[in-house]
């Protein structure tokens, strides 16, 4: 089946530090490829989104490109803000698996001044 | 566009009482939509596939009598916790898929509590 492996948290990092959070996954058939972010209370919000190999998605300063010889789809951030503290979470969507998503652990980042 | 709305966003309940979850996709149809669980400092544990006009599928684990779910029409999907108990106190969260795309829109969530 489908899996989604994240790199474990907590993640605490200075501002205007460079962030990487690693997502690794295996899955049947051409997946698409997704990070959202959680903020405290909130819902999923998606952040950004890759539909096939060497895509790069990206938005608000984040980005993450779609590896497929290594199964990866990294989350980078070159200089983080006190508000970007949140849990993100990796995730992938294959039609094979009836459009359901499979979702990693989430990795809290919290950012301080 | 692709919004998804969720009502209530929060609701305090006594134990025993049964809730209702609306799911609405406000600009678009959705012919699937997904309900999930998730508890605190955790991932979302997917419940179940809702389908407009057919019964809901259930993942394994999850007692659909508990967990009822209707997709009555392309933009409205409900879940009602029946005889809700503390330990369904939870962050439901829904998501909708248009047609066989390979994304999710999700809506903000509700958080139930029961006493």
């Known amino acids: 089946g489908n899996s989604v492996t994240q790199m474990e948290g907590p993640v605490t990092l200075s501002e205007e530090a460079f962030l990487t959070i690693n997502c690794t996954y295996t899955?049947?058939?051409?997946?698409?490829l997704f990070w959202y972010v959680q903020y405290p209370g909130e819902g999923l919000q998606l952040l950004l989104k890759?539909?096939?190999?060497?895509d790069k998605g990206s938005n608000k300063g984040f980005e993450a490109t779609y590896r497929k010889e290594t199964t990866s789809f990294h989350l980078e951030k070159g200089s983080v803000q006190v508000s970007d503290s949140a849990v993100y979470f990796c995730?992938?969507?294959?039609?094979?698996?009836?459009?359901?998503?499979?979702f990693g652990d989430g990795t809290t980042l919290t950012v301080k001044p | 566009g692709a919004v998804v709305s969720q009502h209530p966003s929060w609701v305090i309940c006594k134990s025993g009482t049964s809730v209702k979850i609306e799911c609405r996709s406000l600009?678009?149809?959705?012919?699937?939509m997904f309900w999930y669980r998730q508890f605190p400092k955790q991932s979302l544990m997917l419940m179940a596939t809702?389908?407009?006009?057919?019964?809901?599928?259930?993942e394994q684990g999850v007692e659909k009598d508990k967990f009822l779910i209707n997709h009555a029409s392309l933009t409205l999907s409900t879940l009602t916790v029946t005889s809700a108990h503390p330990e369904d106190s939870s962050f439901y969260i829904c998501?909708?898929?248009?047609?066989?795309?390979?994304?999710?829109?999700f809506g903000p969530g509700t958080r139930l509590t029961v006493l």
């Open positions: 998501s909708a898929r248009v047609g066989t795309r390979n994304e999710q829109f």
């Open positions: 600009d678009f149809q959705a012919t699937t």
């Open positions: 899955a049947t058939g051409y997946p698409s």
């Open positions: 995730a992938l969507t294959s039609n094979t698996n009836a459009g359901k998503s499979t």
């Open positions: 890759a539909t096939k190999a060497d």
């Open positions: 809702s389908n407009e006009g057919s019964k809901a599928t259930y």
